[in-house]
């Protein structure tokens, strides 16, 4: 028997504008809504394919420092650079984690804080 990751939670204190960010970023759509909790995922597919739904929790508890947890994201259709300039656009924006500026990844921060990091490798779209 094993066990596969379905669902990632994060808490928010806008699940509306982080799920906007996140859809955009992932390629998501908005598959489930809960009260103010906000379940965005693979358009088409949703909970229980390939890749994990994210779920967007409203919390009002501050961020109190760097997260245990982080996403880490690769590039699918273009390279490192250019995935760097639009996910920036799309308002992530750099994050100092205590990197040396040596690393093959970037940091950067969701519009609420989240640290998450682009690295270099060019994968396939699933």
């Excluded at 779920?55 to 997260?67: A, H, N, V, Y």
């Excluded at 947890?69 to 996910?87: G, K, S, V």
């Excluded at 609420?112 to 990091?117: A, L, M, R, S, V």
Aim: with cysteine.
């Amino acid at each position: 028997m094993a066990a596969r990751i379905t669902e990632l939670v994060l808490d928010a204190r806008d699940p509306e504008l982080l799920a906007r960010f996140w859809c955009e970023i992932l390629g998501y759509a908005e598959i489930d809504r809960d009260g103010d909790d906000i379940e965005i995922g693979p358009p088409g597919t949703g909970f229980g394919g390939p890749q994990p739904t994210i779920i967007l929790s409203r919390s009002d508890d501050p961020k109190t420092g760097k997260l245990p947890l982080h996403i880490d994201l690769n590039p699918t259709d273009r390279d490192q650079e250019a995935e760097l300039e639009r996910l920036l656009a799309a308002g992530a924006r750099p994050a100092d984690v205590g990197q040396t500026g040596n690393e093959s990844w970037h940091v950067l921060a969701d519009p609420e804080g989240n640290e998450f990091c682009l690295l270099r490798r060019r994968v396939p779209p699933v």
